[in-house]
């Protein structure tokens, strides 16, 4: 039995249902673009999502590594010879 989460469109599966439609869950993912959540003792533990989608993610995660380090970048420039003769 599926159950429905108040005031949201995702469906939430529980880990022992997610045993017998796993297969189901992992096409919804995949083909259809859905993110199935699973729960485990009444609260929701996992999603499964598309191989794109986790590509997607893992650039935008990136990017905002990217973006931090500009941001908090000093400017302070050395060269390497000089990095390698200071740590020798």
């Known amino acids: 039995m ?3 989460i108040p005031n949201a469109e995702h469906k939430v599966t529980t880990l022992k249902e ?3 439609s796993l297969g189901t869950k992992i ?3 995949a083909f259809a673009g859905a993110r199935p959540l699973i729960s485990r003792n009444g609260k929701t533990v996992a999603a499964i999502v598309s191989y794109d989608d986790l590509k997607e993610y893992e650039e935008l995660l ?3 590594a990217l973006r931090k380090a500009r941001a908090e ?8 010879e000089d990095y390698l003769e200071k740590n020798k």
Do not use: K, M, P, Q
Not at 73 to 80: K, T, V
């Open 62 to 64: 990136d990017i905002e």
């Open 27 to 29: 096409n919804e993912a």
């Open 73 to 80: 970048d000093d400017g302070y420039r050395i060269s390497l």
């Open 2 to 4: 599926t159950t429905t």
């Open 18 to 20: 997610l045993r017998n």
